[in-house]
C-alpha cells in the first residue's frame, strides 16, 4: 500500500485501489506527529481514523454546547468548503468528508498567521496578538478587541476570509468569562483543538440529564 492505495493486479497491469479503511492508518494512531491544525480538526474525528463525517462535525458541536440547529448548518457549511480541498484524488466521489492528513490544503483567508502553510504552531505570531490587540488585559482579548483582530485581517477581496469572524465568535460565546475576557490559554486551545475537549467536559453534565 502506498499513500491509502492498494495495488492490484488486473489483467497483467497493477491498478490502484481507493482503501478508505487504511489510508490514514499510521497516521491516525500517531498523533504525536499531527501539526496544530491537525489537532485543532482532530476533535471533530469522532472515532480517530483521520475522515472526519459529515455526521461527526454534527456531533462535535453539539458536544461543545451548540444548538442542533447550528449544528447542522456549520456542518453543511464546513464540509462543502473543505470536503473538496483535502480529499486525496483517488478517493470515490461524493467528496463529503474531511481529510485530516490534508487540512492544511483548506487554509482560508483571513487567518491570524499562527498556522504557518503546512498547518504548524507558530508562536512568534500568537504571541503577537496580544502585543498588537490585548490593551485591557495582557493576557486576554475583550469583545471589541477580538473583532479589531479580525477587521484586520479580512480580505475584501477573499471570500474565505469571513470564516475566521464565525469561528472565533463561536469560541468567544462558548469560552470567555463572567467579566467577558477571552483568555489566553482557551485562545490556544483554538489553535490546538484542546478548548474544544474542555467545552465538552464543560457540557456533558448538561447533556446527560436531557
Not at 61 to 80: D, K, L, M, P
Request: proline content about 5%; hydrophobic content about 45%; overall charge negative.
Amino acid at each position: 500500500m502506498a499513500g491509502g492505495r492498494i495495488l492490484a493486479r488486473t489483467g497483467g497491469h497493477a491498478v490502484a485501489k481507493f482503501d478508505p479503511a487504511n489510508i490514514l492508518f499510521c497516521f491516525a494512531n500517531d498523533p504525536a506527529n499531527m501539526t496544530a491544525l491537525q489537532e485543532h480538526v482532530s476533535f471533530f474525528d469522532r472515532n480517530k481514523d483521520g475522515i472526519i463525517t459529515p455526521t461527526e462535525t454534527f456531533e462535535g458541536f453539539v458536544a461543545i454546547g451548540c444548538e442542533i440547529a447550528f449544528s447542522t448548518a456549520a456542518a453543511t457549511a464546513i464540509h462543502t468548503a473543505l470536503a473538496i480541498k483535502t480529499t486525496p484524488a483517488v478517493a470515490p466521489l461524493p467528496y463529503i468528508n474531511i481529510y485530516v492528513e490534508n487540512i492544511h490544503k483548506a487554509i482560508h483567508g483571513g487567518d491570524t498567521g499562527v498556522y504557518d502553510a503546512k498547518g504548524r504552531f507558530v508562536p512568534e505570531e500568537f504571541e503577537g496578538i496580544f502585543k498588537k490587540y490585548a490593551k485591557i488585559k495582557r493576557d486576554a482579548l475583550t469583545y471589541a478587541e477580538m473583532e479589531f483582530m479580525l477587521a484586520d485581517n479580512l480580505d475584501p477581496l477573499d471570500p474565505t476570509s469571513v470564516a475566521p469572524q464565525v469561528e472565533w465568535g463561536l469560541i468567544y460565546t462558548l469560552a470567555r468569562d463572567w467579566l467577558g475576557f477571552l483568555h489566553k490559554d482557551s485562545i490556544r486551545g483554538i489553535y490546538d483543538g484542546s478548548v474544544f475537549t474542555k467545552l465538552e467536559q464543560k457540557w456533558k453534565p448538561f447533556k446527560s440529564d436531557m
